[in-house]
């Protein structure tokens, strides 16, 4: 397609910079044949002739962006594919690893609320959006579009996932009444993570405890203060997106009270005990009335 227009100089330059094109000044106008498909602007008599490939602009096309990102896991995945010229034609996101089509044009198609389409038509923008990546989220992403030939442009995603460490474990050993104090530091991350305790004691449901966390610091605190036979259990540190750590924690077995060992060795209630659980028991309540 030929088109002419005239306009005044200044404004033919604008053209000209809008269009990133080559100007071409000739002093008469050329004869249509039909098959220079170049725009040409007439600035009085003169001719101001911007050039294109041939053939790469009748037709969508993809901008140059990035091919691969490396992300931590719990961060947000802005996978980018900008399509130029783009008609009536549809822009669709397929993961590889599985061919799942996980967009078309505007719509998702899979229920998991982390992956979004942000679409910015005045940028020709096209971009997914996986929040809170986790580590089966890498892999290949094919940005495509409906044309005849498809085009795809490909977007390589690789997770990080940064690993939590409790400063003891698996276990801690202390005497009862003492003060035990329990760190938890996450290892390789470069953002600010939260950290949370849990306390997971036998028989009972997990309780979430107050923690102690340095801005900034990625590691978390917490605190006994007197031990006793009630914090024995499982602690458990957590943050989102990573896999916890865990650390049992112990009373000395020569601190422990003779009622917290009959508690222990169900005294009383097993129903076939061993010649040594008897006297083991005998001794304890033997102990425990004197």
């Not at 996450?186 to 004691?201: A, H, P, T």
């Amino acid at each position: 397609m030929r088109m002419v227009v005239r306009v005044a100089g200044e404004k033919a330059v604008f053209l000209c910079l809008i269009f990133a094109c080559r100007l071409v000044l000739t002093n008469s106008k050329p004869e249509w044949n039909g098959t220079n498909p170049n725009l040409s602007i007439f600035v009085g008599d003169s001719l101001l002739e911007l050039e294109y490939p041939s053939g790469t602009y009748n037709a969508p096309y993809f901008d140059e962006s990035a091919a691969n990102f490396t992300l931590e896991a719990g961060e947000t995945a802005k996978l980018p594919c900008v399509v130029r010229q783009l008609g009536s034609k549809l822009v669709s996101w397929i993961r590889k690893s599985d061919s799942a089509i996980l967009t078309v044009g505007r719509t998702v198609f899979v229920s998991d609320p982390r992956f979004t389409m942000n679409n910015r038509p005045s940028h020709s923008s096209w971009e997914l959006q996986i929040s809170e990546v986790k580590k089966p989220d890498g892999g290949v992403y094919e940005c495509q579009v409906s044309s005849e030939p498809k085009l795809s442009k490909f977007i390589h995603l690789s997770i990080k996932v940064p690993k939590l460490m409790i400063d003891g474990a698996p276990e801690i050993l202390a005497k009862r009444g003492s003060r035990v104090t329990l760190h938890c530091t996450v290892l390789g991350s470069s953002i600010d993570r939260s950290i949370q305790w849990l306390l997971k004691r036998k028989g009972m449901e997990l309780e979430a405890l107050d923690s102690l966390q340095s801005e900034g610091s990625n590691r978390g605190t917490f605190e006994v203060e007197s031990l006793d036979e009630e914090d024995i259990g499982e602690y458990i540190c957590e943050s989102p997106a990573l896999e916890r750590a865990t650390v049992q924690i112990l009373i000395l077995p020569e601190e422990r009270t003779a009622e917290a060992r009959l508690t222990e060795l169900s005294c009383g209630h097993a129903l076939n005990p061993s010649l040594k659980e008897l006297v083991t028991c005998s001794v304890l309540i033997f102990l425990t009335w004197t």
